[in-house]
């Protein structure tokens, strides 16, 4: 599922050059092995109560350039339409669920972080 979704993410019109800007457009290549296998684990975190993962997932995100609110619901759409296509509809269901929670959550603090950096030029 990891796999698959980055490979159409790292494709996808709208959000496919930030991937490309951060971890090239090898999806072989080391950077990219690095990063499927870190969500890999944070996936298993969240669903499986793995501990492998026990990173800040929204902190990184804050100092990628060109990062916008707009484009969550893309990630969102590929992320379910991906869950789809591989598990059975009430599986898919939970990861729709869970990518949709991160994405508003992602929306919240970015615009909390935005507003803050505004009131610090004041
Ligand atoms: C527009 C949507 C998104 C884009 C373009 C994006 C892109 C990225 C990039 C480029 C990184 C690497 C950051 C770095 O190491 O400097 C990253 C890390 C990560 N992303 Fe996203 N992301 C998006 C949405 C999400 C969502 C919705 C989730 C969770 C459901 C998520 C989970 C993660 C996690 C867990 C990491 C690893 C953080 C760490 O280093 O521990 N991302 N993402």
Redesign the pocket.
């Given at each position: 599922m990891t796999t698959l979704f980055y490979e159409r993410a790292l494709n996808d019109k709208d959000?496919g050059f930030?991937?490309e800007t951060?971890f090239g457009d090898d999806m072989h290549d080391e950077e990219w092995t690095e990063?499927i296998a870190?969500?890999v684990n944070?996936w298993d975190s969240v669903f499986l109560n793995e501990k492998a993962?026990n990173?800040?997932?929204f902190g990184?995100?804050f100092?990628?350039p060109n990062?916008k609110m707009e484009?969550?619901k893309p990630?969102v759409d590929l992320f379910t339409e991906t869950a789809k296509e591989l598990y059975e509809p009430d599986v898919a269901v939970l990861f729709k669920e869970?990518?949709e929670s991160?994405?508003e959550e992602?929306i919240e603090r970015l615009s909390q972080k935005m507003k803050n950096d505004t009131l610090t030029f004041l």
């Open positions: 959000i930030i991937f951060e990063h870190l969500l944070f993962y990173g800040d997932p990184p995100h100092t990628i990062l484009y969550f990630w869970k990518g991160y994405a992602f």
